[in-house]
């Protein structure tokens, strides 16, 4: 079965520190994003890569950076983490190949419970 | 700029009841859309999908969406409800950028099932 796997289900960490979020998926894909979901707001994009060592801005990238070293595994980095990052993050990918292949469907893996003190 | 409208954050059915999530829709090309569903502390699962041919797209579970061009919009429907059919909806629209396609996601409906 094909998946996407992000290594934390629930974290709680303190004001300051730095966190990681690492997400894998075994499907081959070119595509691999971060959003965050919050009550009210829907799913928003933090990062997104379409390649190895490639990454691009979404529409809330402030205060994340991202790493994507390996095709399959793509990670989510809180310099310093604050409280109002307190959130549910969720990795997603899709296959790529441009336009003509993707229809920009995302396979999603279970979410991480970030939980800022 | 795409976007998604889904109209009432919060819907609440009898079972047995006809489930609709509307959702509304604004592209400036003929788009992608998508429903996902999302069970408590889950990730999001793809419920069905337009990209091209018949405007009715059947999905998972039962349920089923009409594009409706004129309309702009992409309801989603279920002729009877269930119990396990209480979740997280969201609506999506593919937004093309640099070559590529990405989701916007509308802010999700959720859905409660009553005996």
């Known amino acids: 079965d094909v998946k996407v796997t992000q290594s934390s289900r629930y974290l709680v960490k303190r004001t300051g520190e730095k966190v990681f979020l690492e997400c894998v998926q075994d499907m081959d894909h070119e595509n691999m994003f971060w959003y965050r979901q919050d009550p009210g707001l829907g799913l928003r994009l933090i990062y997104f890569?379409?390649?190895?060592?490639?990454?691009e801005k979404g529409d809330i990238p402030e205060g994340y950076s991202v790493s994507r070293e390996k095709k399959e595994r793509f990670s989510l980095i809180l310099e310093s983490a604050s409280t109002n990052q307190t959130s549910m993050y969720l990795c997603?990918?899709?296959?790529?190949?441009?336009?003509?292949?993707?229809?920009?469907?995302?396979?999603f893996g279970e979410g991480s419970r970030l939980t800022v003190l | 700029a795409q976007s998604v409208t889904q109209l009432g954050s919060h819907v609440s059915v009898s079972e047995g009841a006809l489930v609709l999530l509307r959702c509304n829709y604004s592209s400036s090309v003929p788009p992608y859309l998508f429903w996902y569903v999302q069970y408590p502390n889950q990730g999001l699962q793809l419920l069905l999908k337009y990209t091209t041919g018949a405007t009715l797209v059947k999905g998972i579970n039962g349920f089923e969406a009409e594009f409706k061009k004129s309309e702009t919009s992409f309801h989603l429907t279920k002729p009877s409800a269930h119990m396990s059919d209480a979740a997280e909806y969201f609506c999506?629209?593919?937004?093309?950028?640099?070559?590529?396609?990405?989701?916007?996601f509308g802010a999700g409906t959720r859905l409660a099932v009553h005996p």
């Open positions: 890569s379409y390649d190895v060592k490639m990454k």
């Open positions: 997603a990918s899709s296959p790529g190949g441009g336009r003509a292949r993707d229809t920009g469907e995302l396979f």
């Open positions: 999506a629209v593919s937004r093309s950028s640099g070559g590529y396609n990405k989701l916007i």
